[in-house]
């Protein structure tokens, strides 16, 4: 019997799982009857299970036992039922309600009903699964409103609840698998969670093999199911998982009712499937898809934004593969109105803004348009607070920010934009690990940031860091891969400037291989294709300086003059363009020396530099450049234009590239480069030492293992040999030949730059040869030479040179071996050489004179006068080829004097002019007064510079033209204080005729004397501070400009030549001028009258020899060396020569001749050592015979036209002068002086209208100021000589540290200046190198402006000035103080020279005053 307990329970049983009888749809079915029209993922819900039959068991009779409890549980039971069917009512009601209006409080309400309904709901009750599937449907749709990350896990814990309780063949299973498949898909899009969309697949593929073909709501899953595969390819880049979605998307777009959607998908599908696989065919696709969605979207459709997304992407990547730009164009467009269609708030706008950033970016750098750069990272920036940590898209977004970042940076060089660039790279990298879809991207971008980072610190590792990010994101970019080229190109450039840094010529290499690569991978035609070009022509220059290939430079200007005219002029990669084409360019003319390449490399830069202004990061690079190569081109050409500017351009370039900049070194090489050789054109010797300092900083940046280190030893040694020629110190031969050592080992047999090396090392022992003479020496250098000259073809720019320096080595070992086929050989290498160097090549004066050498060696030894004229013709050319270095010219023009002097006069007279004339202008050319001074000694010159004057004027004497013999002088002497008189020259006649001309010359002189006495730097006008060298040469041109200018005009030929006789003889106004020549080959007196032809005199005992011995036995006379009548004697003596070898045939002349009265005023200029000589005082000193003092008042002229100059347009003074004393007795570390202030009160015994500046009152200032405002001054301090450099000669005042200099004096005009009296020591004592410059304190006073100067030979005796004062001031004022003149000064002198005889005072210190002027 059957228990009736257990029968009624199996009726409850039956009874919960029957299918009810609904009048109204649960939430479930009214979800599975939409099913057909969904657009996105679905929810559905699932039929009621079917009937099962009565168990056997009960079949059985039961027995009628435990009815009232059975009534318990069935009344219960019933109560249960009626709460459940209750909440469901709720339920659905509240689920209509809420689709019907949409409200939340429906829809919460709803849930509430459903959970109510399933707590009365037992397990087991049939019903239970429909429930739960409902309720997990209600919490899902409330999380697609609100996001609730507890309503769709709740969701699925239903889901999955509701899919236990119904077998796997149940006839709703489809509805409940897809469900839970939307479901598990949103959570994903929440948490990334990838097991979410790995189960979401699993349950989506199972619903679709319950969903066959024809199914209603096979289209819901395959779309559900579509998308989830499409995130799951972006979380593991499973192309199978795309290949899955494509085709589950073409099914769907045959007849979707939401086809736009589909189309959608699938144009994005297959722009993703062609990142993997590079066909071409999958774009092509992907944007015809995208196009027809667009279509089905029209305006207003909510699907509009996403499709305009995708064609946007498709086509972007499109213009990467093809270079359209046009695609380019047409996404920014799309991706703009996509932009619009999502505002601020829409979820995808952080993926429209990231999309539009990147191909504006694109756009920039294509089109180079700065505004499509700021909008980029605007928009950048704006995507990355859309996407904050934890989001999954946040890491391409930094990526792309990133590299925008880097371009502002390499734009403005603002360094946050680089930090802020770096760092986003960094966390970009650090969001896609390994096997990250957009790895690639991310890894090269950083790669292109890190780049940029080294240019800023200068740090290797940023450079190592990027070469192996680069390296990694090759790897990852397999063939086909749109980012590829790229890479390539990236990694190409990097690799190439890591080669620069360390010389490693494998980076090179391998730089120019993926640079190959990358311009296969950009067709012609393609935007971009700009870019592997301009690297590729980067890296292929220095291989062709390594291995010499000439192919390289070939491909180099190739791969640069296509992106030229890709790059139009605004865009920014075209300066970097024209950089590498104007390198490819000079490369090329190194090796092959077609100057058109050089002129075409110079007019790149100088566009480039244009393109650069101040404060352009690059600038630096583009100056040292351009300087190089105009520094190539005044090597081929000679033009000075070019040095100086490749000076200039040298100079900024290092102000920009500060210690530890990249490009120092270079920067460094160039400047000194062209300082070396300004120094050879000019002979300024601060070029040379400043070119040997910054070889040796670019030696110290070029250390061993560097690929320019040959580079940079070449030169130092180069420089060092000339530094050598300066000094004569052996040790600086000796450490270039070291240099040239090291060099050559690094230049082997077969490199291309071996014969620079030999080349530079032959010259450098055939030098250590001429000191040493160590045979060897000559024969390694003639060996070297040959070998230089074998590796140089006949048109090499190089082989002239080497061909010269092989001839003097011949040359010099013919010397030693007297071996006739050397000087033969040396002879035909000069010819050709010559042949290379025609007219206006700036060496060609070096060959002519190596020529004339040859041949005049030939002509000694064979006695040819075919040889000896073609020699003279030689030097001569030499000396008149105006493109060479005034240097050359004037070493030709001293060979041609030689040459013609000892062999051949027919040109002598013409050869001292020009010497004459070249030594003016190199005199000329320097930029200080110390300088000048210095040009004037000789240098390895045939002829003595010291000299010259007064032997080209023995020689007009030798040939009668005594006129021209006093020009020759006038030309060649005093010729500093001559040119420093060319700047103060009056212009009153030119005011008259063209007074704008005449303010341009006295601006331009006072430029010039300003610059050249106060050597100082100037400015530019853009302010920065200019090479003085070249500015001097800036205002030299200005000024030589204005004087030609005056030249044209009639009447003003002849504006500062050489004055004609007729003009000079003027200054024998007074009386007759004789000058005292002192030749090695004849001396001469010549007397000159203002009336008359000049008178000469032959002086053949006033040799060279005998007047040196005089001033020799003169200077140990007056040195205080001997007791004063030792001293006496010897000075007696000394006059007594004077008198026998010079005056008396003088003194003769003009009493016998001349008639000149005793008591005459005359001018003595004396020459060369006759200088020193006090002549004035010469005389036979014997008993009844007069001495020259007796017969004649002797005054000094440092040339005819000084006098002259004191002269013009003096006017005595109508009333009593002004008269300063200056008086220091105790002036700071000197001994003190007690007889100034007795001579003070001398000069007040006697003047009126006397200031007094004395004791802390004298000082420098205070005496220029007042010898600026008074007539007449007399100095009463001490006095010193400087030996070597007399503008620093000085008188002691206050202060220690400003003595009063001769530079100072002239540094100064004077115009009210007349009369001057120096009671100091050597007043008047020159220098004893070149004494016919007549540099001293006098002349100084007298330059400045005074008419009339008084000083003293040597040393002064304190107890001689008051003495000397009374008498002479007493002279001076003797006719009252209207009759007072200057020009009383010699006469005035004398008489005070007579007070001291009377006193009996040693013949020292009487003859040791003496007069200059008027």
């Known amino acids: 019997m059957c228990n009736l307990v257990s029968f009624g329970k199996h009726i409850l049983q039956k009874f919960r799982s029957r299918t009810p009888h609904r009048p109204r749809p649960d939430v479930a079915q009214s979800v599975r009857n939409s099913e057909a029209t969904a657009p996105q993922i679905s929810i559905q819900g699932s039929n009621a299970p079917s009937r099962q039959s009565l168990p056997a068991e009960l079949e059985e009779p039961f027995e009628i036992e435990g009815f009232t ?68 449907i209600a919490l899902h749709k409330r999380t697609q409103r609100t996001g609730d990350l507890v309503d769709i896990n709740e969701s699925i814990d239903y889901y999955r609840e509701s899919l236990s309780l119904r077998q796997d063949d149940h006839p709703n299973q489809d509805y409940i698998l897809n469900d839970l498949s939307s479901a598990l898909s949103s959570r994903y899009e929440q948490t990334s969670d990838i097991a979410d969309l790995t189960e979401s697949i699993i349950h989506g593929r199972e619903a679709l093999s319950l969903r066959p073909v024809g199914h209603v709501g096979r289209g819901a899953t395959l779309s559900n199911l579509l998308i989830a595969l499409g995130c799951r390819y972006k979380q593991t880049c499973d192309i199978t998982d795309i290949d899955e979605s494509i085709g589950y998307g073409l099914e769907l777009s045959v007849c979707h009712p939401h086809r736009g959607f589909i189309l959608n998908y699938l144009s994005g599908a297959l722009s993703s499937r062609y ?98 750069l700021t909008e980029s990272i605007k928009l950048g920036l704006e995507a990355l607070c859309l996407r904050p940590v934890g989001h999954p898209d946040r890491g391409i977004t930094l990526s792309d920010l990133s590299v925008a970042l880097d371009s502002q940076y390499n734009q403005t060089e603002d360094i946050a934009d680089l930090i802020e660039s770096v760092g986003h790279g960094r966390e970009a990298l650090s969001l896609h690990p390994v096997g990250h879809p957009a790895r690639d991207r991310t890894l090269s971008n950083l790669s292109t940031t890190l780049y940029s980072h080294y240019k800023h610190t200068e740090d290797i590792a940023d450079i190592t860091e990027s070469i192996g990010y680069g390296r990694e994101a090759l790897s990852v970019c397999s063939d086909g891969h749109p980012y590829r080229g790229v890479v390539l190109n990236n990694l190409s450039v990097i690799l190439y400037l890591r080669y620069s840094l360390t010389g490693d010529i494998a980076d090179v290499i391998e730089s120019i291989d993926y640079g190959r690569e990358a311009l296969s991978l950009h067709p012609v035609g393609h935007p971009n294709r700009g870019v592997p070009l301009n690297t590729l022509s980067l890296a292929l220059n220095p291989r062709s300086n390594e291995t010499g290939d000439f192919s390289d430079p070939n491909e180099s200007i190739d791969c640069s003059r296509e992106p030229l005219s890709l790059r139009r002029i605004g865009h920014p990669e075209r300066a970097a363009i024209l950089n590498n084409l104007a390198l490819a360019l000079d490369s090329r003319y190194k090796q092959m020396g077609d100057i058109t390449d050089l002129i075409e490399s110079i007019n790149h ?49 290092l102000s920009l590239g500060a210690v530890g900049h990249p490009q120092r070194a270079a920067i460094l090489n ?83 730059d071996r014969a620079l090396t030999l080349t530079n090392m032959a010259i450098a022992l055939n030098l250590r040869y001429d000191q040493l003479g160590d045979f060897g020496d000559l024969i390694d250098s003639v060996d070297h030479s040959q070998e230089a000259l074998s590796l140089r073809s006949v048109d090499h720019p190089q082989r002239a040179g080497i061909l010269n320096n092989l001839s003097i080595a011949l040359d010099s070992r013919y010397k030693k071996t007297g071996d006739v086929t050397d000087l033969i050989e040396s002879i035909k290498h000069d010819r050709e050489a010559l042949l290379l160097r025609p007219v206006g090549h700036p060496d060609r004066a070096i060959t002519l004179i190596n020529l004339g050498v040859g041949l005049r060696s030939r002509y000694r030894q064979t006695g040819d006068n075919i040889d000896l004229a073609e020699c003279i013709a030689s030097f001569k050319d ?153 500015m001097y040469h800036k205002l030299a041109g200005q000024w030589d400009q204005a004087v030609e200018e005056i030249r044209q005009i009639e009447g003003f030929e002849s504006f500062l030549r050489v004055s004609p006789f007729l003009t000079l003889r003027n200054a024998a106004a007074s009386g007759p001028v004789i000058i005292v020549n002192i030749s090695q080959y004849r001396s001469d007196a010549i007397i000159i009258q203002a009336d008359a032809k ?103 002229a440092l040339s005819l036209s000084s006098l002259t100059r004191a002269r013009t347009g003096y006017v005595p003074a109508i009333s009593r002068p002004r008269l300063l004393i200056a008086a220091q007795t105790k002036a700071e570390g000197e001994t003190e002086l007690p007889n100034v202030n007795e001579e003070i009160r001398a000069i007040y015994r006697q003047a009126e209208n ?51 200099t001769v530079l100072d004096i002239i540094s100064n005009g004077l115009p009210n200046g007349q009369l001057a009296v120096l009671s100091a020591c050597h007043s008047a004592a020159g220098d004893k190198t070149t004494p016919d410059e007549g540099i001293h304190l006098a002349a100084g006073i007298l330059f400045a402006g005074f008419r009339s100067v008084v000083g003293t030979m040597w040393a002064m005796d304190d107890r001689d000035g008051p003495v000397m004062a009374e008498a002479f001031y007493k002279h001076m004022f003797r006719n009252g103080p209207s009759k007072i003149d200057c020009r009383d000064a010699a006469k005035a002198l004398v008489m005070g020279v007579r007070e001291l005889r009377k006193r009996k005072v040693p013949m020292e210190r009487w003859i040791n005053f003496v007069h200059y002027g008027i």
């Open 69 to 136: 409890e059975l009534i318990e549980i069935f009344s219960l039971e019933y109560q249960s039922e009626r709460s459940f069917q209750r909440a469901l009512l709720d339920a659905r009601r509240a689920w209509e309600q809420w689709q019907d209006y949409m409200e939340d409080r429906d829809l919460d309400s709803c849930i509430a009903s459903y959970k109510a309904a399933l707590h009365c709901c037992p397990t087991g009750h049939l019903d239970r699964a429909e429930a739960l599937h409902s309720l997990a």
């Open 275 to 372: 990142k993997e696989t590079g066909d071409i065919a999958d774009i092509t696709e992907s944007i015809g898809y995208g196009r027809e969605a667009i279509s089905a979207c029209p305006d207003g459709h909510p699907q509009r934004a996403m499709s305009l997304s995708n064609l946007s992407v498709a086509l972007d990547i499109r213009y990467k593969h093809t270079g359209d730009s046009m695609d380019l164009i047409e996404s920014i467009n799309h991706d703009r109105e996509a932009l619009s269609l999502r505002p601020v708030g829409h979820p995808d706008r952080a993926l429209t803004l990231t999309n539009l950033g990147a191909g504006l970016h694109s756009r920039y750098n294509q089109a180079g348009d700065l505004s499509d």
């Open 878 to 1030: 030499a000396a008149a080829h105006a493109l060479s270095p005034l240097s050359l010219r004037l070493t030709a023009a001293s060979c041609w004097v030689f040459t013609t002097r000892t062999h051949d006069s027919a040109s002598l007279s013409e050869a001292y002019s020009v010497l004459l004339a070249l030594l003016d202008r190199s005199v000329l050319l320097a930029r200080s007064i110390h300088d000048r001074h210095t040009r004037l000694k000789s240098d390895g010159l045939e002829v003595r510079l010291e000299t010259i004057a007064v032997d080209a004027a023995s020689w007009a004497i030798h040939t009668h033209d005594l006129e021209g013999a006093v020009q020759l002088l006038e030309q060649g002497r005093s010729i500093v204080f001559n040119q420093l008189g060319y700047y103060r020259t009056p212009m009153d006649d030119l005011d008259a005729i063209n007074k704008t001309l005449a303010d341009r010359f006295r601006a331009a002189g006072a430029a010039m004397d300003t610059f050249m006495l106060s050597n100082q730097a100037a400015k530019n006008e853009e302010g920065r501070v200019e090479d003085s060298v070249a």
């Open 670 to 752: 160039n400047l000194s480069r062209a300082l070396d050789s300004r120094y050879r054109q000019t002979g300024d010797i601060t070029d040379l030492i400043e070119s040997i300092n910054q070889d040796r900083e670019a030696l110290s940046l070029r250390p061993v293992g560097h690929p320019q280190r040959a580079t940079t030893l070449g030169n130092l040694s180069h420089a060092l040999n000339s530094w050598y020629r300066e000094t004569g110190n052996i040790t600086d031969l000796i450490e270039s030949i070291n240099h040239d050592r090291e060099a050559l080992s690094l230049r082997p047999v077969g490199h291309p």
């Open 1094 to 1196: 000049p008178l000469s005199i032959p002086l053949p005992d006033a040799t060279p020899s005998t007047v040196g011995t005089s001033v020799l036995n003169l200077s140990q006379a007056v040195g205080g060396y001997l007791e004063d009548d030792k001293s006496d004697q010897i000075i007696k003596s000394v006059c007594q020569d004077i008198w026998h070898i010079i005056s008396e045939p003088i003194v003769l002349l003009l009493a016998n001749t001349l008639k000149l009265a005793t008591g005459s005023h005359i001018w003595w200029v004396l020459t060369v050592a006759a200088c020193s000589l006090p002549i004035h005082a010469s005389g036979p000193y014997v008993a009844g015979q007069k001495n020259l003092p007796d017969r004649f008042v002797s005054s000094y």
């Open 1250 to 1300: 006397v200031t007094v500046l004395e004791g802390n009152q004298c000082t420098k200032d205070a005496v220029l100021s007042g010898l600026k405002d008074t007539e007449w001054v007399h100095l009463a301090c001490h006095g010193h000589r400087h030996r070597t450099e007399p503008f620093k000669s000085y008188f002691s005042l206050r202060d220690r540290n400003a003595p009063l």
């Open 605 to 653: 830069d100088r566009e480039a530099l244009s393109l650069r202004p101040v404060g352009h990061p690059d600038r630096a690079l583009t100056l040292t450049n351009l300087g190089a190569e105009l520094h190539s081109r005044y090597d081929r050409t000679g033009d000075v234009n070019d040095l100086t500017e490749s000076v200039n351009h040298g100079r900024e370039a």
